[in-house]
C-alpha cells in the first residue's frame, strides 16, 4: 500500500503536466497569419503595393544598408489599405534571384508573425534608385497589405537572415494618427 501512496503524486503530477500541455499553457503560440487572416481588427490581405491607399516605405525609411539590427520611428495618416510588403534589391534579375534564394524572411506585425510565403511576392522596377548609385534596380517584396488599419502605435518587424549575407533585424514602430 505505502508504493501505491508514493507513486500517485508523480503520477497526478504527470496527468497535470500533460493536461496543461494539451491546454496550450506550454507556451505555444497561436499559428502564423495567412492572406485574411485578423490581427486585432485589422485584416492581412495579398495585394502588390499599387493596391493599397498607401505604402509604409512612403513613411518609414525603408533602406537598411547592412545586416545588423535597427529601430525606426514613423508616423502615417490612416488610411484603409496599407502595403506592408518589405523586400531586397539588385540591379539585375539574375543577381535577385541569387540572393533571395540564399535568404529565409520572417515578418512579425505586433507581434503575431505571419506567414509570408503564403503571401507570394511581386517585382517592380525602381527608376534612378539613389541607394543605387542613382541607377534602376529590381524590387521584390513581400505581397502583404494591412486593411483596416486602426489608429496608434503598431510594430512591424521584418527579419532576413543567410549564413553567407548575415542578418538583418529591423523594426519600425509605426504610429498611425
Not at 49 to 75: N, S
Not at 107 to 121: A, C, K
Amino acid at each position: 500500500m505505502e508504493d501505491v501512496v508514493r507513486r500517485a503524486p508523480a503520477f497526478v503530477l504527470l496527468a497535470v503536466m500533460a493536461a496543461l500541455l494539451a491546454s496550450g499553457f506550454g507556451g505555444s503560440s497561436p499559428p502564423p497569419v495567412g492572406p485574411g487572416g485578423k490581427i486585432g481588427t485589422m485584416t492581412l490581405v495579398r495585394g502588390i503595393e499599387h493596391a493599397a491607399d498607401a505604402e509604409l516605405w512612403g513613411v518609414c525609411d525603408p533602406v537598411i544598408p547592412k545586416p545588423g539590427r535597427y529601430r525606426r520611428t514613423c508616423f502615417a495618416p490612416r488610411v484603409q489599405r496599407l502595403f506592408i510588403g518589405y523586400g531586397d534589391w539588385e540591379r539585375t534579375r539574375k543577381a535577385l534571384d541569387s540572393v533571395w534564394k540564399r535568404l529565409k524572411w520572417d515578418l512579425w506585425f505586433d507581434g503575431r508573425h505571419v506567414n509570408l510565403p503564403r503571401f507570394g511576392t511581386s517585382e517592380r522596377t525602381l527608376y534612378y534608385f539613389p541607394p543605387a548609385g542613382g541607377k534602376n534596380v529590381i524590387l521584390r517584396e513581400w505581397s502583404v497589405i494591412l486593411i483596416g488599419v486602426t489608429p496608434g502605435k503598431h510594430v512591424i518587424r521584418y527579419r532576413r537572415a543567410s549564413r553567407s549575407l548575415g542578418t538583418t533585424d529591423a523594426t519600425w514602430t509605426l504610429t498611425v494618427l
